[in-house]
């Protein structure tokens, strides 16, 4: 009976993950898109490339001037069922700065979900509870709930510390679990 419940419960954790998007040397990231605070004026300038291991790299500078002080890094998912998930998982190198972590559960609206995040300076594992997920707009967050739907279709990194800084995150893989 031990041995049956062992193998039922290993079974369904290695069901249990979800592949986001892993970053390869055969990723494309094309549709990987870059919105900085040009958008209203701002002068920051943010990119995302593959590195020779094929890590996805979203970096650059953050300038203040002109109101300034953001860059984000967006991928528009499709629709991803995520009721059977609790959370996120991203596999990463910072570089000791604060990020955040963005979703939306439809594409076409104006508001996202938001979780802050540290980096260590070190590969780790990110883990982000959906359900702690914050509803903001323009930054500001909103008298709403939490992340509640059934599925996502957009996914965003953003950093914005309020100051000038440069800035690298490495990016392996995205995952729910």
């Excluded at 970053?23 to 943010?46: A, L, P, Q, T, Y």
């Excluded at 020779?52 to 991803?80: A, M, P």
């Amino acid at each position: 009976m031990v041995k049956v419940l062992f193998i039922c419960v290993v079974l369904n954790s290695s069901v249990m993950a979800q592949l986001i998007f892993d970053f390869n040397k055969e990723s494309n990231i094309r549709d990987w898109m870059i919105v900085d605070d040009v958008v209203m004026g701002g002068r920051s300038s943010g990119k995302i490339r593959l590195n020779d291991e094929g890590h996805g790299v979203f970096g650059g500078e953050i300038s203040l001037e002109n109101n300034g002080g953001f860059s984000s890094v967006r991928y528009k998912t499709g629709r991803i069922e995520v009721k059977d998930y609790s959370k996120i998982v991203i596999k990463l190198r910072g570089d000791g700065k604060e990020y955040q972590f963005r979703i939306k559960g439809e594409t076409g609206d104006d508001y996202l979900y938001v979780a802050p995040f540290s980096t260590s300076g070190e590969w780790e594992e990110i883990e982000i509870e959906l359900k702690n997920m914050y509803p903001t707009f323009r930054g500001r967050k909103l008298d709403m709930p939490n992340f509640s739907n059934d599925h996502l279709e957009e996914i965003a990194f953003l950093i914005g510390n309020k100051k000038k800084e440069k800035f690298k995150l490495v990016i392996d893989r995205i995952e729910l679990r």
